[in-house]
């Protein structure tokens, strides 16, 4: 799998922003996805994933309510919804990939991983 993250950028608090993160193998449908995170200086951390199917999914705290993770498989992508953005938000978010998972809120379960898009949320 090869992915390439989209959609970064500058926005005002309260604001929404959609991250996109497409797979250039069209071999996603065998893939559990995630996004995580990595604000400035700070180690990377988890934000969402959900399963093969998108029928499950799981969040941070930190974004449970505001986040929504989902997948269009039949297009090789997945999303990342993010609403009532916070300057906390502010990070360098990357996608990842990988067919098993057993703990998706560790950056080592992820093999496959996008190159990172920069979202500057502004107070």
């Known amino acids: 799998v090869q992915l390439q993250a989209f959609g970064g950028g500058t926005v005002q608090a309260g604001g929404s922003v959609r991250l996109s993160c497409a797979d250039s193998t069209g071999t996603l449908s065998s893939y559990v996805v995630a996004w995580f995170r990595q604000p400035p200086g700070k180690e990377r951390h988890f934000v969402a994933y959900t399963g093969q199917s998108g029928g499950y999914t799981s969040y941070s705290d930190s974004v449970r309510g505001r986040f929504t993770i989902s997948r269009d498989s039949a297009k090789n992508t997945w999303f990342l919804q993010m609403s009532s953005l916070k300057p906390e938000d502010t990070a360098v978010y990357y996608c990842?990939?990988?067919?098993?998972?057993?703990?998706?809120?560790?950056?080592?379960?992820?093999?496959?991983w996008g190159q990172g898009t920069l979202v500057t949320v502004s107070s």
């Open positions: 990842s990939a990988d067919v098993v998972v057993i703990t998706p809120a560790s950056t080592e379960a992820f093999r496959a």
